[in-house]
């Protein structure tokens, strides 16, 4: 059984950072692509960030350059290192795994 727990989240200043860790279960970690996804307040699901087995990364637009993601696959574990923390960047965050594996996700709210 494919699980997937998301941590880490919280509240957080603008211009804070915080790092989101995705714990993974049930399949070989090692040889798979782990994604990112973020759903705003009131707004559709948007693709975040990717790495590939790898090590290969893929950034969506606003967040490259602060967002970092990551992983250590003796921990099968995908983290998501985030700098410079925008209100915009205010959303449910999940982890995903291929072919459709979804975490329940960590909430992120920035705000002062």
């Known amino acids: 059984q494919v699980q997937l727990v998301e941590s880490g989240g919280g509240l957080v200043q603008p211009g804070g950072s915080l790092k989101l860790s995705c714990a993974a279960s049930g399949f070989i970690f090692s040889i798979n692509r782990m994604d990112w996804y973020r759903q705003a307040p009131g707004k559709e699901r948007e693709w975040v960030a990717t790495?590939?087995?790898?090590?290969?990364?893929y950034y969506e637009d606003s967040v490259k350059g602060r967002f970092t993601i990551s992983r250590d696959n003796t921990k099968n574990t995908v983290y998501l290192q985030m700098n410079s923390l925008k209100p915009e960047d205010t959303a449910v965050y999940y982890c995903h795994a291929p072919v459709d594996y979804w975490g329940k996700g960590t909430l992120v709210t920035v705000s002062s």
């Open positions: 790495i590939l087995n790898s090590g290969s990364t």
